[in-house]
């Protein structure tokens, strides 16, 4: 059984940072891509970012392109967001994603797994 257990959410002013983290268990994760999601209350899913299986290609929304920095862990089974200049519209719960095709892509239902979400609230 895979799963992914997601850490590092809170509460952080305008302008701080904090790093997400997302750790995989049960299956080796060396060929899956990775990516962030999020969702705000009464909003559709968003894409945030994601990696390919050996962090050769990464895609970001353009809302977070300069800030956030996608990377792998160790041994490849964790995968990081850094998230740097936050901003208040950044506050949501963010939710961690696996796909076990290897083909990088933006889209939430090509993501074979999910973790249980983490909350990131940006406020003074």
């Known amino acids: 059984q895979v799963q992914l257990v997601e850490s590092g959410g809170g509460l952080v002013q305008p302008g701080g940072s904090l790093r997400l983290s997302c750790a995989a268990t049960?299956?080796?994760?060396?060929?899956?891509?990775m990516a962030w999601f999020r969702q705000s209350p009464g909003k559709e899913r968003e894409f945030v970012a994601a990696?390919?299986?050996?962090?050769?290609?990464?895609y970001y929304a353009d809302s977070v392109k300069g800030r956030f920095t996608i990377s792998k862990g160790n041994g490849k089974l964790t995968v990081h967001l850094q998230m740097n200049n936050l901003k208040p519209e950044d506050t949501a719960v963010y939710y961690c994603?696996?796909?076990?095709?290897?083909?990088?892509?933006?889209?939430?239902?090509?993501?074979?797994?999910w973790g249980q979400g983490t909350q990131v609230t940006v406020s003074s």
């Open positions: 994603a696996a796909d076990e095709s290897g083909l990088l892509s933006r889209l939430g239902d090509r993501y074979d797994y």
């Open positions: 049960g299956q080796s994760f060396r060929s899956f891509c």
């Open positions: 990696t390919s299986f050996n962090e050769a290609a990464t």
